[in-house]
């Protein structure tokens, strides 16, 4: 239905009420203003309402301009290795020389063996001297006896021991040579004190070369174990 029909009825109902009182003789008009009157009625019921102005549609929106598309720098290119040197060909060894032929010697005869040389007769090696095992016997008792007493001069005590009360007793092992010098210098079994342990060893140092072997005693060199005490009482 179209949105004009109300305001039609509308206009039409009033105008349907001003016909009925003039045809009533509520209004007392003339013919000719009456016929007039009708006429103006009559058109003016079919006069069509003004016919309203279209809205006007709104303006599209400018489309947005579009954004440059960013520009990539291109990376020039890395130029190529060079190509690789050839490898120079070896050179071919040289053959080598023939050997020259290998003259055989002439076969010389045989000469006779030269007479035996008879050996000149040796004199005869005088006996040993006969050894007096006694006489070594002491001499060797003498000597241990002369190196304990000259290890027992220089042993010392250690005063930071003796502070410390520190006992104990010291087994050392070493070589004496023939002259006397001191080698091979060892602890066989330590004391468990470390200052006893040094002491001992260095009253064994400081005989070395003073206490040669006697000439009576055939030995180069002798080895000996002496226990080293300290005690404090």
Same mark, same amino acid.
């Given at each position: 239905?179209?949105?004009?029909?109300? #305001?039609?009825l509308i206009s039409?109902? !009033?105008?349907?009420?001003?016909?009925?009182?003039?045809?009533? %003789?509520?209004?007392?008009?003339?013919?000719?203003?009456?016929?007039?009157?009708?006429?103006?009625?009559?058109?003016?019921?079919?006069?069509?309402?003004? !016919?309203?102005?279209?809205?006007?549609?709104?303006?599209?929106?400018?489309?947005?301009?579009?954004?440059?598309?960013?520009?990539?720098?291109?990376?020039?290119?890395?130029?190529?290795?060079?190509?690789?040197?050839?490898? /120079?060909?070896?050179?071919?060894?040289?053959?080598?020389?023939?050997?020259?032929?290998?003259?055989?010697?002439? !076969?010389?005869?045989?000469?006779?063996?030269?007479?035996?040389?008879?050996?000149?007769?040796?004199?005869?090696? /005088? =006996?040993?001297?006969?050894?007096?095992?006694?006489?070594?016997?002491?001499?060797?008792?003498?000597?241990? =006896?002369?190196?304990?007493r000259a290890i027992?001069?220089?042993?010392?005590?250690?005063?930071?021991?003796? @502070?410390?009360?520190?006992? %104990?007793?010291?087994?050392?092992?070493?070589?004496?040579?023939?002259? %006397?010098?001191?080698?091979?210098?060892?602890?066989?079994?330590?004391?468990?004190?470390?200052?006893?342990?040094? #002491?001992?060893?260095?009253?064994?140092?400081? !005989?070395?070369?003073?206490?040669?072997?006697?000439?009576?005693? #055939?030995?180069?060199?002798?080895?000996?174990?002496?226990?080293?005490?300290?005690?404090? @009482?």
């Amino acid at each position: 239905m179209s949105t004009h029909t109300p #305001a039609f009825l509308i206009s039409a109902l !009033i105008h349907l009420g001003m016909l009925a009182l003039v045809l009533t %003789g509520v209004l007392q008009l003339p013919s000719d203003s009456l016929q007039e009157s009708r006429l103006a009625v009559s058109l003016e019921m079919f006069k069509p309402e003004p !016919i309203p102005e279209p809205i006007p549609e709104p303006e599209p929106e400018p489309e947005p301009e579009p954004e440059p598309e960013p520009v990539v720098e291109v990376e020039p290119e890395p130029d190529p290795p060079p190509p690789p040197k050839p490898k /120079p060909k070896p050179k071919p060894k040289p053959k080598p020389k023939p050997k020259p032929p290998v003259k055989e010697k002439p !076969i010389e005869a045989a000469k006779p063996p030269p007479p035996p040389v008879k050996a000149p007769v040796a004199a005869p090696v /005088p =006996a040993p001297p006969a050894v007096d095992i006694g006489l070594i016997r002491r001499l060797e008792e003498e000597y241990k =006896a002369s190196l304990r007493r000259a290890i027992e001069a220089n042993k010392g005590y250690p005063r930071r021991a003796i @502070r410390l009360r520190q006992e %104990g007793e010291v087994l050392v092992g070493f070589t004496v040579l023939r002259n %006397g010098v001191v080698e091979a210098l060892r602890i066989v079994d330590g004391s468990g004190s470390r200052l006893l342990d040094k #002491a001992a060893r260095g009253a064994v140092e400081k !005989i070395s070369g003073r206490l040669p072997f006697p000439d009576e005693l #055939a030995r180069e060199q002798w080895e000996f174990t002496i226990p080293i005490n300290y005690s404090l @009482r």
